[in-house]
């Protein structure tokens, strides 16, 4: 099955402590990116990447590193957490520039406290 | 810069009521428009898109034209069922790029 896998699905932390969020894709998609949801904002683009080895800051990068290595991967990596970055995060793939569909995993609900 | 408003939320209708959510937006040029749904514990779908002036998108029941001269993109459906309860995006995305414009959400809840 087609699918975008993220894990965890839910993570409760503290400030300071450094996290991971993991994201893969089985559809061999170039394109990949982190959203991050919050009410009244809708979603906002964290990071990108265009292919292995290329990644580019979305809107809202700052407190956020991302990685990809391997194509199928996309970890969105959380140094020094703080509260302001308690969220809902998507990630999303595609197969590439022209594409209209954007397929979302399930989502991971952080709290950092 | 570019950016997408929709109506406030939340809705709440009855089982069989229209259903309208209002979307703006604002960009330099001409994007492709979107309607994504997120049902509860899930990510996001696609529910329709429209790529240039005009066009209409449709898909299970809901329809959004592509108006550019008011700079909108209303989602309708003309029956809605209890199923239809969810969060409603609209989104913009220029040719050439993959990033996703994002309005605020409509959460939508329908009562038997």
């Known amino acids: 099955e087609a699918q975008v896998t993220q894990n965890p699905r839910y993570l409760i932390t503290v400030t300071g402590k450094k996290l991971t969020v993991t994201c893969s894709q089985n559809?061999?998609?170039?394109?990949m990116s982190w959203y991050r949801q919050d009410p009244g904002l809708g979603l906002r683009q964290i990071y990108y990447s265009m292919n292995v080895e290329v990644t580019d800051k979305g809107d809202v990068p700052e407190g956020y590193k991302v990685s990809r290595k391997e194509k199928r991967n996309f970890p969105l990596i959380l140094e020094s957490p703080s509260p302001n970055q308690t969220s809902l995060y998507f990630c999303a793939s595609s197969p590439g520039t022209n594409t209209d569909t954007q397929y979302f995993g399930p989502g991971t609900r952080l709290t950092v406290l | 810069g570019n950016s997408v408003t929709q109506m406030e939320g939340p809705v709440t209708l009855s089982e069989e009521a229209f259903l309208t959510i209002n979307c703006t937006y604002t960009?330099?040029?001409?994007?492709?428009l979107f309607w994504y749904v997120q049902y509860p514990g899930e990510g996001l779908q696609l529910l329709l898109k429209?790529?240039?002036?005009?066009d209409k998108g449709s898909n299970k029941g809901f329809e959004a034209t592509y108006r550019k001269e008011t700079t909108s993109f209303h989602l309708e459906k003309g029956s809605v069922q209890v199923s239809d309860s969810a969060v409603y995006f609209c989104?913009?995305?220029?040719?050439?790029?993959?990033?996703?414009?994002f309005g605020q959400g409509t959460r939508l809840t329908i009562n038997p």
């Open positions: 429209a790529t240039k002036a005009d």
């Open positions: 960009a330099t040029g001409y994007p492709s």
């Open positions: 989104a913009l995305r220029f040719w050439g790029a993959q990033k996703l414009v």
């Open positions: 559809m061999n998609h170039e394109y």
